[in-house]
């Protein structure tokens, strides 16, 4: 017969109970865990979905996400070239914040290098990655728009033609896709008033300056659009990214690259350490001291859980002994019902989380490694805690069964 | 009645609880011995030492001086233990006490069967021994009920039955009816008197109830943590 089965089955509320309350208390421990880890994923997400091996990006910056980084367009071009370069694209990412339903619409605007990378890479859920070089966005279900919608951004309107799921910035705020065109008509969206106003001041720096005053034919050009004036260069880009031939070491292309005055380069690794040293170094920290924290405050807690209850066993304990039981049933009795304790516990943890956390705004991710790792640790403390009352239990005189 | 074995026999037990000021001697050079067979009743006014001698013989507190034989074996010289008491105490000495002392959350059968299976019984075997136990003692359809759902009599003749389950030499019983009514109180004593000369055990029944003694073989009575044989 098992004494801890027994008991539980006779007092079957009560463990219910107990185990409920020691769930939710592992579900906030789980799901603090999981906000941490989400956190370090969301914040290295794009850098490791992108497949660029290499980030050239302006000098002297951490950028393009961590801070602003501006390179000229040119630059892919001389990228390209170098050898053991299979695929330079032009890259582009900023915030932006805009007003939809009245509510703030953060979107993380990034721009794909037209026509190479068209999205395909994306993870969708719904609709098609970019088919035009203009007009269509790949938004993330994060930002609450639906597929088949159209968006206004600077002077142009966007068509949602596919849904991602999980492409979020390292703040949390949903990604959404565009040509590197179109990404740069969002970034660099000029008024009508305001392009007016530079021509008009154009015009005025012309006419002052010699050449203007020597061919005042080329004032005519100072009217017209920026892109007609050689002098004025087209909007710049974030970084140029690349990935490398297999065959050819990246630390061979990154010296070639850094004897480059006017950039600095860093591989997928460096960038993603540059995220999670730099940019979310803070929160990263703050929420691994809390998760610790509350880890041990859980512990704490179960333990007593778990003491108490054998505390109040105590008669029963004296009655078993004096009955003849030996301390090994005895002990086998609180062992057992901290495991069984624990063990449900976690699991309601476990389904409870499951079912709760992928409501939460940001990711909440479950490792396996966490999980098992959890477990351990609540094994360890329902082992720990019996020992506790264990060494109660042993002291308990049989004489006790016979008070009150 | 001399020729049958002895179960206990005690010799100048002396119980002092405390120290200094606050010393209490709780029982003074007991000489007892209780044979196989025999139900014996320990009168005496509350405070005369009775549960201190009954739980001394019972090996669940030791004496401050003086001996304890059980089946003719020394288990207790003062503190000297000889012995592993719950061992002993699980093969040779079963008890009943006044209240609470069913397990709550096990079964009338269960309570029964979990003393059988202490002592190396297992499933099946244990199981049939409980419930003929049980139904020895009258309480063969009450197997599945709980503690909480037996009335007090039927609460201590499950009590009995588990004290029986291992066949003891001695059976010690602290103010077993004092929870009950004069009858069922009645039904009880004589419940031990017939365990006694069934089963050949020695049986101590601790008692306030004078209107049962004429069920037992000898009667002690105790004052002042001494005892003496109440002559009738
Ligand atoms: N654990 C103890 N500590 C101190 N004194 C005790 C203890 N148990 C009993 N006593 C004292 O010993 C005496 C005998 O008690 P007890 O054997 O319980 O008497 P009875 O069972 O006859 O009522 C009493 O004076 C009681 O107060
Ligand atoms: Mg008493």
Redesign the pocket.
């Known amino acids: 017969m098992n004494l801890a089965v027994k008991d539980i089955r006779h007092n079957l509320g009560r463990f219910a109970l107990t185990s409920f309350g020691i769930g939710m208390l592992l579900m906030m421990v789980m799901g603090m865990v999981g906000i941490y880890r989400g956190m370090i994923e969301d914040a290295t997400l794009l850098i490791d979905n992108l497949g660029a091996d290499i980030w050239v990006v302006q000098n002297n910056t951490r950028g393009p996400f961590a801070e602003v980084s501006r390179v000229p367009r040119n630059l892919l071009d001389r990228v390209a070239v170098i050898p053991g370069i299979t695929n330079a694209r032009e890259f582009i990412y900023h915030m932006i914040q805009r007003e939809r339903d009245g509510k703030p619409l953060r979107i993380g605007v990034v721009g794909l290098s037209w026509p190479l990378d068209k999205g395909e890479w994306l993870p969708l859920i719904a609709g098609r990655s970019l088919s035009q070089a203009h007009y269509e966005m790949v938004a993330d279900q994060t930002l609450g728009i639906p597929l088949g919608e159209k968006l206004r951004l600077g002077k142009e309107t966007f068509s949602i033609v596919g849904i991602t799921k999980g492409m979020i910035s390292s703040g949390g705020d949903g990604l959404a896709f565009f040509t590197v065109k179109d990404a740069q008509l969002i970034q660099f969206d000029t008024p009508g008033e305001a392009v007016r106003l530079e021509r008009a001041s154009r015009l005025e720096r012309g006419a002052k300056a010699d050449i203007g005053l020597s061919q005042p034919s080329l004032l005519e050009r100072a009217l017209g659009p920026s892109s007609s004036i050689p002098a004025l260069g087209p909007p710049m880009i974030s970084a140029v990214i690349a990935t490398l031939h297999s065959s050819f070491e990246p630390s061979t292309v990154v010296s070639v690259l850094s004897g480059w005055r006017d950039v600095s380069v860093y591989t997928a690794d460096e960038q993603r350490q540059l995220m999670l040293k730099g940019m979310v170094e803070m929160a990263r920290k703050q929420i691994g001291l809390f998760t610790a924290l509350l880890t041990f405050i859980s512990a704490i807690i179960m333990a007593l859980i778990l003491y108490t209850l054998t505390l109040e066993k105590v008669h029963e304990i004296a009655l078993l002994k004096l009955i003849g039981a030996p301390n090994r049933v005895i002990l086998s009795m609180i062992l057992q019902q901290a495991i069984f304790l624990a063990m449900a516990g976690y699991g309601i943890a476990y389904l409870a989380g499951r079912k709760v956390f992928p409501n939460f705004p940001r990711r909440v991710i479950l490792l396996n490694s966490d999980l098992i790792t959890l477990a351990l640790i609540v094994l360890g403390i329902s082992i720990a805690s019996s020992i506790l009352g264990i060494y109660k239990a042993v002291s308990v005189n049989p004489n006790e069964a016979l008070a009150g | 009645m001399s020729d049958k074995e002895i179960a206990v026999e005690t010799q100048g037990l002396t119980k002092i609880?405390?120290k200094g000021n606050t010393e209490?001697i709780?029982?003074l050079d007991v000489n007892l011995t209780v044979r196989r067979g025999e139900v014996v009743a320990l009168l005496?006014?509350?405070?005369?030492?009775?549960?201190?001698?009954l739980t001394a013989v019972g090996l669940i507190n030791p004496p401050t001086k003086g001996k304890v034989m059980i089946n003719g074996i020394l288990v207790l010289d003062g503190p000297d233990v000889f012995l592993n008491l719950t061992t002993f105490r699980r093969n040779h000495i079963g008890f009943v006490f006044q209240k609470s002392n069913l397990i709550p959350f096990l079964s009338a059968r269960e309570n029964v069967q979990v003393a059988l299976e202490l002592n190396g019984l297992t499933g099946r075997t244990a199981r049939k021994k409980a419930m003929s136990l049980l139904d020895y003692l009258g309480m063969s359809d009450r197997g599945d009920n709980f503690p909480a759902m037996l009335s007090g009599g039927q609460q201590q003749r499950v009590a009995v039955a588990r004290a029986l389950a291992n066949r003891p030499s001695l059976i010690l019983a602290?103010e077993p009816t004092a929870a009950l009514d004069s009858v069922r109180g009645r039904q009880v004593m004589e419940l031990f008197s017939k365990v006694a000369h069934e089963q050949n055990g020695a049986v101590i029944v601790?008692t306030h109830d004078h209107r049962a003694l004429d069920v037992f073989d000898l009667i002690y009575e105790?004052e002042d943590?001494k005892i003496r044989k109440k002559e009738d």
């Not at chain 2, 005496?44 to 001698?53: A, V, Y």
Request: glycine content about 26%; cysteine-free.
């Open positions: 609880y405390g209490v709780a029982m005496g006014p509350s405070g005369s030492g009775k549960s201190t001698l602290d601790v105790m943590g």
